[in-house]
Each structure stands twice: as C-alpha cells, then as structure tokens.
C-alpha cells in the first residue's frame, strides 16, 4: 500500500510489507491531497472541539463521548501526516525504524475514534430510554467519566491484542466488528429518530412535563444532528468492502502489496471520512448557527441602512426643488 491504508482501519489485510516504492507525479499529487485534506481537518476538529465544550444546548454526557470520539479522528490525521512526510522525504522507503514506531499511535486513534463514536449513540440511547428521567438522575461528571472510562478501556483492550497478537485472525474479527458498529450506530440513530420525533409530536396529548419537552426536543435535534455523519460512515465502509473486494476478486497482486496508485484511494477514502466528521458535526452546531444567523442580521442591517440613506437623499433633492 503506498501509503499505509490502514490510516483508519487497522488490518493486515491493508498492511504495507513493501521495502521501498518508486514515487511518481502522481504519487506526489495524490500524497499531497491527502495531506492537505488532513491539516485542514486539525482545524475544523479544533473548531468541533470548542462546539463540544462551550455549545450548552448539548447535553455534557453527549458532548464528553463526540470529543472522545473526535480526538481519536485527530490522531489519525496527525499520523497520516507524519507518515507521509516521512516517506517522501526517505524517497518512499516503508521501513524506516519511526514508521513502526507510529503503529501504535495509527491503531490507538483508530480504536478511540471507533468506541468513541459507538458510545455517542450509546449515550443518545440512554437518553432516548430514560428520557424522562435522564437530566436529573444523569447529570454530573459521574456519566461522562464512566462512558469516556470505558471507550478508553476498550481501546487499551483491543490495543493489547493488536500489540501481542493474543488472538489469531483478530484483523478479521475487528474488519466484521467495524461493519456490525457502524451498521448498528446507523440503525440506532434512525430508531431515536423517529421515536423520538413521534413522542415530541403527542407531546400535547400526553400531557408532558416542560423538562420532559425540552429532553424530548434535545434528542430529536441530536438525533438529526447525527444522522449526516451516519449515513456517511455506512456509505465510507461500503466503499472500503468495495476496494477491497476488487483487490481480492480483479488483481493478482496481494492484500497490502498494492504500490499502485489505487492504494492511494483507502487513504483518501479515510481522509474524507474524518473531514465529513468534523465538517458535518461543526456546520450543523448550533454555534456555527447562530454565527451565520447574526451575520445575516448583520447584512440585512447594512441593507436597511443602505437603502434609508437612499430613500432620506432623494427626499432632501425633492424637498430642494420642489
């Protein structure tokens, strides 16, 4: 693989055993896109990240698990970058001592991006099943440290098991793992969706309590907060199964031998899969809402003033000769 297209999803299905490959033009082309779609994300993430912490419209428990979960995109984009400095300054050598080194950066970010991730729809579950009870009896630091404590857990876990190769065929089980959560996150957040929106709409019938309108309003609005990044990480696993399945079935060249240029298309894939992350859940905030929202005041203000200006100047011209 020309660039190591593990970058998001550690297997040795996509492993690089390749000492050294010839870089081409569009080699660099490619190397380059890539590099710029991931430092242009540790921007946005920087902009996601003050979402997570100053927009209050979140629940805390929500916004603790989606910065987990987007620290561990951060990772991935950092050792992408490293990476791919280092191999086109050492003229495309893989085996450099600092690139194994970076495995267990590429794999812990990948694993907290993951957990991180399926916890975020954990945490909307328990505030879609406990709706009515969830902002008094799950407020406090107590549930953001658990759910955090346990993606972190989890991820040193599978960590261990990539690190000692404590079970055999393991890239196998985490590829079908991969799949199952994000078919499963898929599936969870229509559910709460639409369960969601159908409570919120009886809510005069049923005679509901101010708190319990304003919970069952904040997991409809999480909800299709979500459900962009959703559909997009079904559709980023649909692609990858597809690449690999053409590796398997139309080449003859092996799983992670690849230096062709299509190697380049898992980084890529990857690349835009951590940019839709952050671009999705930064554009749809409430914050960046509101910031759009006052600079149309702002505009339509401006015009306001603009066009009484106009209207006061050809009054006086009237008055003058009239």
Not at 5 to 30: G, H, R
Not at 55 to 68: C, D, E, I, P, V
Not at 282 to 297: A, H, M, N
Request: proline letters at 1%.
């Amino acid at each position: 693989m020309v660039a190591n297209s593990k970058s998001n999803n550690a297997s040795v299905l996509v492993a690089d055993t390749m000492d050294e490959f010839d870089l081409d033009t569009m080699n660099y082309a490619l190397f380059s896109l890539e590099t710029l779609t991931n430092v242009l994300f540790i921007f946005v993430v920087g902009v996601l990240f003050y979402v997570c912490i100053y927009q209050k419209s979140l629940h805390a428990n929500f916004r603790a698990t989606l910065f987990l979960a987007a620290c561990g995109h951060l990772g991935g984009s950092v050792h992408r970058i490293i990476l791919v400095s280092i191999r086109i300054v050492s003229i495309g050598k893989r085996d450099t001592p600092i690139v194994g080194q970076l495995y267990l950066l590429q794999i812990t970010a990948l694993y907290i991006a993951m957990f991180g991730w399926q916890f975020v729809i954990v945490e909307r579950a328990i505030a879609t099943v406990y709706s009515s009870k969830y902002e008094k009896h799950f407020a406090g630091f107590g549930v953001p440290t658990i759910l955090c404590g346990i993606v972190l857990t989890m991820s040193a876990l599978f960590l261990c098991i990539s690190i000692f190769h404590l079970f055999a065929y393991f890239d196998f089980f985490f590829l079908g793992l991969q799949i199952v959560v994000v078919l499963v996150c898929f599936v969870a957040v229509s559910i709460m969706l639409v369960y969601n929106s159908s409570a919120y709409r009886s809510r005069h019938d049923s005679m509901l309590q101010l708190a319990d309108r304003y919970q069952l309003d904040e997991n409809v609005r999480v909800a299709k907060y979500l459900m962009p990044v959703a559909v997009n990480e079904v559709l980023v696993k649909f692609v990858y199964i597809s690449l690999l399945a053409y590796s398997v079935f139309f080449t003859d060249i092996p799983l992670g031998h690849d230096t062709t240029h299509l190697s380049h298309a898992y980084d890529l894939l990857f690349a835009y899969q951590r940019m839709f992350f952050g671009l999705a859940l930064t554009l749809r905030s409430d914050k960046f809402g509101r910031y759009k929202q006052r600079e149309k005041r702002r505009v339509a203000a401006m015009m306001d003033d603009r066009v009484a200006a106009s209207s006061s100047y050809f009054t006086d011209l009237k008055t003058m000769w009239a």
